[in-house]
């Protein structure tokens, strides 16, 4: 389409209207799906695949609109995902060899090729329909909906499936009435704190001042955590729309979206969609002929984890070395360069435009009373399923992890789930039916955090899984206040000596005393909630903790200098595979004859264990 | 300035809108520690914490550090309650582990009832010397000089201050106020003859015309006449002599 700005809300309803005419008569897009995960596991070749079959046929007119590299489908262990346009369908684990059959089939003639599908481990059957598969089933997804459905490097994309109607109909509103109706729509932020959005943008246009500015955050630092990425790299507009509306509403002509660096391809999305939104005349002077000037520069952040904090954020964009400062004057107050400052995350930008199309009554239709609309997870760990999944504020951790997840692979038993980031805390399986809510996760002693779920087995120490994120959060924390900088290495110390088996009576009592000077005493909510890993273990799993110190003993056997290995000469069948994967040489027995390790010299890698076919190698 | 009442330990008294609790209390006699507060530096970074104290305000309490905290309608402050102390006294023994040889600790330490922290004390290679990483030198260094010729090095554990790669720094002036600001006496400065050596660099000093006193660098002088227009004439003699 012919790019020249659109100067009405007219003129935006024709410029729809015109690229769905042109859209008509195209062959369905087929969307193969260009995610990470996805791509590692060759997606790019099933894209050039379908890009040289469609040259072959002729159908050289759709190829260049006919597929597309989108954004993350989600179900990421199962790909490459394949997915059309305006179809219920998707193809999983897609390899090149496939593409000619769907081209033949699906592109064409509309038919379903069932082996291409989802089959159920338990019934065996197949299925393509999104709502058939339980993965996507189970799921709602509103901010999600169109990642994946459109080329996020393509604003007519976003426009034809309705993009930028909330800016449109934002624009006939007052401004305070938009700001009424986020608050009365209950949205919370979705980066972690869960503050009401709505009356943080009342904070912030309650403040006489000259300039206001909007912040999107975009600095996604949990380890495996993607959900911002994915919405960065796959819906771009969606952010920018939301953006323009708070503006709008709260009165500011300045926006800076702070992405990290390690995100390279959300940054050249974010690029992309705001120069196209500047060509089209949706940011810059007198959008749609409103009168309202508003403007988005990215800041590229340099990957602190600390740097996603609010505080330290706005002085990274500021040019400063990123360190939080106390926020006793709140940044809807004094916030970048000392003006009034509304920063919100990615998710957050993106529920704006839902709420202003559906009504605060349709958006509150999802979720629960005090948590009302959709979460986006991202699901890793001991679990069937992962990947990115969106779901209703208010399901339980068991549909999470059960229905969606399809549960622990392998048979093993669950142990726990991890949620909110490296400060977050883990939930036991009594916890399992918790309605996941900002308030009851923190009722827990965990928190939403921005939404990463770690599942955990039977073969998970929880003291070790302790040590690990405070071992991330010792590198990460900026060191500016004691309690972070002197506490979490203490903490750490501790924690190594107890998983080393050098743990004593009164350990547990100095952890938690510990953790008592963090969440009292720290400058940022970094350090305030850095205790939450330590503490929730303590909680749920003090025997495993009393096991390491008291008996020198992890149940999980996990920790190397708490654990033997042993062969159980009555399953041993003297096959030797052991003896000769040891890397250690310390596997002796005759051929057809038990075996035994030489405890003195075995480094418990574990080597044997994996490798011996009946399940002789017993840990202790 | 909008005068404004608040309550702190049961007493009413008068504040400005926004200055920071600790000033107040210290003005109406009620001793709160801290450490990296300076009356100099605009807005304190509130990095040590030891002045956490409790605030009262819209029927919420949280903890919170009194240099920097500003008064405002409603506000009650508690100095001295059992959440204050414990908080407090946890924050003094993690910081006598990190500088074991801090006098100004030590002292800390002793008042809170801590001989031995509970933690390796920090030595070899962890050494820090009697830094505390509050950052005060360099705020003074930025604001109250104007030179910002040190800054924080590293993050978490390893922070400390210093000149850019630890090399001498050509911006540093020599006038040592980091030295005098530094509440735990932690960074080195030798006078030494008509040289100082501060930061790894040498600085020559000048010498007072009357009673031949080493007494500020000449490189302090420059920057001096080079930011205010100052007679150079005026530094002939040392405060004492003038």
């Known amino acids: 389409m012919e790019h020249t700005k659109i100067s009405t809300i007219e003129g935006l309803n024709k410029y729809r209207e015109k690229i769905l005419e042109s859209k008509k008569n195209e062959l369905p897009t087929v969307f193969v799906c260009g995610g990470t995960p996805c791509l590692a596991k060759g997606s790019r070749q099933v894209f050039e695949a379908f890009k040289k079959e469609f040259g072959a046929q002729g159908l050289t007119g759709s190829v260049e609109l006919g597929i597309k590299t989108t954004g993350c489908q989600g179900f990421c262990n199962k790909g490459p995902l394949v997915a059309f346009a305006d179809k219920d369908i998707v193809y999983m684990g897609v390899k090149p060899e496939h593409v000619p059959e769907i081209i033949e089939k699906t592109v064409k003639k509309g038919e379903v090729i069932e082996s291409l599908g989802y089959r159920d481990?338990?019934?065996?059957?197949?299925?393509?329909?999104?709502?058939?598969?339980?993965?996507?089933?189970?799921?709602?997804?509103?901010?999600?909906?169109?990642?994946?459905?459109?080329?996020?490097?393509?604003?007519?994309?976003?426009?034809s499936r309705g993009g930028y109607s909330a800016l449109a109909k934002a624009f006939s509103m007052n401004p305070d009435t938009i700001i009424d109706n986020i608050e009365q729509s209950g949205l919370r932020g979705r980066g972690g704190g869960g503050f009401p959005t709505g009356r943080?943008?009342?904070?912030?246009?309650?403040?006489?001042?000259?300039?206001?500015?909007?912040?999107?955050?975009?600095?996604?630092?949990?380890?495996?955590?993607?959900?911002?990425?994915?919405?960065?790299?796959?819906?771009?507009?969606?952010?920018?729309?939301?953006?323009?509306?708070?503006?709008?509403?709260?009165?500011?002509?300045?926006?800076?979206?702070?992405?990290?660096?390690?995100?390279?391809?959300?940054?050249?999305?974010?690029?992309?969609?705001?120069?196209?939104a500047r060509g089209l005349g949706l940011l810059g002077k007198n959008i749609l002929g409103s009168n309202f000037d508003f403007d988005i520069k990215i800041s590229r952040g340099g990957g602190a984890f600390v740097c996603g904090e609010s505080s330290a954020l706005m002085r990274s964009i500021g040019g400063n070395v990123g360190e939080p400062r106390a926020k006793y004057i709140r940044s809807v107050e004094k916030g970048l360069y000392d003006k009034p400052t509304v920063l919100n995350n990615v998710e957050t930008w993106a529920n704006v435009p839902l709420i202003i199309t559906g009504g605060v009554q349709g958006y509150r239709k999802v979720g629960t009373k005090g948590s009302p609309g959709t979460k986006v997870f991202s699901l890793a760990g001991k679990v069937v399923n992962t990947g990115l999944v969106e779901v209703p504020m208010g399901i339980t951790l068991r549909e999470l992890v059960f229905d969606i997840g399809g549960g622990i692979p392998k048979g093993k038993k669950f142990k726990a789930v991890q949620t909110g980031g490296p400060s977050g805390g883990c939930i036991p399986e009594s916890l399992l039916d918790l309605q996941i809510d900002f308030d009851s996760l923190s009722d827990a002693g965990s928190m939403m955090g921005s939404g990463g779920i770690i599942v955990m087995d039977e073969d998970t120490c929880m003291v070790d899984v302790a040590k690990y994120f405070i071992t991330f959060l010792v590198g990460e924390s900026c060191g500016k206040c004691t309690p972070c900088r002197e506490g979490l290495r203490r903490m750490l110390d501790i924690l190594t000596g107890i998983t080393e088996g050098r743990g004593k009576q009164g350990d547990i009592e100095l952890l938690e005393e510990l953790c008592d000077v963090l969440k009292w005493g720290a400058l940022c909510a970094l350090g305030t909630s850095a205790a939450n890993p330590v503490l929730s273990t303590i909680r749920y799993f003090r025997d495993e903790y009393e096991a390491h110190i008291k008996e020198k003993r992890c149940p999980?056997?996990?920790?190397?200098?708490?654990?033997?290995?042993?062969?159980?000469?009555?399953?041993?069948?003297?096959?030797?595979?052991?003896?000769?994967?040891?890397?250690?040489?310390?596997?002796?027995?005759?051929?057809?004859?038990?075996?035994?390790i030489d405890a003195s010299k075995c480094i418990k890698c574990g080597v044997c264990k994996t490798v011996c076919p009946f399940d002789a190698v017993i840990v202790e | 300035?909008?005068?404004?009442?608040?309550?702190?330990?049961?007493?009413?008294?008068?504040?400005?809108?926004?200055?920071?609790?600790?000033?107040?209390?210290?003005?109406?006699?009620?001793?709160?520690?801290?450490?990296?507060?300076?009356?100099?530096?605009?807005?304190?970074?509130?990095?040590?914490?030891?002045?956490?104290?409790?605030?009262?305000?819209?029927?919420?309490?949280?903890?919170?550090?009194?240099?920097?905290?500003?008064?405002?309608?409603?506000?009650?402050?508690?100095?001295?309650?059992?959440?204050?102390?414990?908080?407090?006294?946890?924050?003094?023994?993690?910081?006598?582990?990190?500088?074991?040889?801090?006098?100004?600790?030590?002292?800390?330490?002793?008042?809170?009832?801590?001989?031995?922290?509970?933690?390796?004390?920090?030595?070899?290679?962890?050494?820090?010397?009697?830094?505390?990483a509050c950052g005060l030198c360099i705020q003074v260094c930025e604001e109250v000089v104007g030179v910002s010729a040190i800054a924080m090095l590293n993050r978490g554990p390893d922070k400390t201050p210093g000149t850019p790669y630890k090399k001498p720094s050509e911006v540093c002036i020599g006038c040592g106020a980091c030295a005098y600001a530094c509440p735990t006496d932690a960074i080195p400065m030798e006078d030494n003859g008509d040289t100082r050596k501060i930061w790894g660099r040498e600085f020559k000093m000048h010498l007072c015309s009357v009673c031949g006193k080493p007494y500020i660098p000449e490189a302090q002088i420059d920057w001096i006449v080079k930011t205010t227009g100052k007679d150079r004439v005026f530094f002939d003699k040392c405060p004492d002599c003038r």
């Open chain 1, 556 to 596: 999980a056997g996990v920790c190397k200098e708490l654990i033997t290995y042993r062969i159980d000469e009555d399953k041993c069948t003297g096959c030797t595979v052991c003896a000769k994967k040891c890397p250690q040489k310390c596997i002796s027995g005759e051929k057809k004859k038990p075996h035994t």
């Open chain 2, 1 to 132: 300035m909008e005068k404004i009442k608040f309550v702190i330990d049961g007493k009413e008294v008068e504040a400005i809108r926004d200055q920071c609790v600790l000033d107040v209390a210290r003005q109406n006699g009620i001793y709160i520690p801290g450490l990296c507060y300076n009356p100099e530096v605009k807005f304190s970074g509130g990095s040590c914490r030891l002045c956490l104290v409790e605030a009262h305000q819209a029927g919420r309490m949280s903890l919170v550090t009194a240099c920097n905290y500003p008064i405002r309608e409603g506000l009650e402050i508690k100095t001295d309650t059992s959440l204050v102390k414990r908080i407090r006294k946890g924050i003094i023994e993690l910081l006598l582990a990190r500088v074991p040889d801090s006098d100004v600790i030590k002292e800390l330490a002793a008042e809170a009832g801590i001989d031995e922290p509970r933690f390796v004390k920090d030595e070899g290679e962890n050494y820090h010397s009697k830094c505390i």
């Open chain 1, 200 to 276: 943080k943008w009342r904070s912030c246009k309650a403040i006489k001042t000259d300039v206001r500015y909007v912040i999107c955050n975009g600095d996604e630092g949990d380890p495996g955590a993607f959900m911002d990425r994915s919405i960065m790299e796959g819906n771009p507009h969606a952010i920018i729309e939301g953006m323009i509306i708070g503006a709008y509403a709260v009165g500011s002509n300045q926006g800076y979206a702070y992405i990290r660096d390690e995100y390279p391809l959300a940054i050249e999305n974010m690029k992309t969609a705001i120069e196209d």
């Open chain 1, 121 to 159: 481990p338990q019934t065996k059957k197949w299925a393509t329909e999104y709502s058939r598969i339980p993965f996507y089933g189970h799921q709602k997804k509103l901010v999600l909906k169109d990642v994946g459905q459109l080329d996020p490097a393509k604003i007519d994309d976003y426009i």
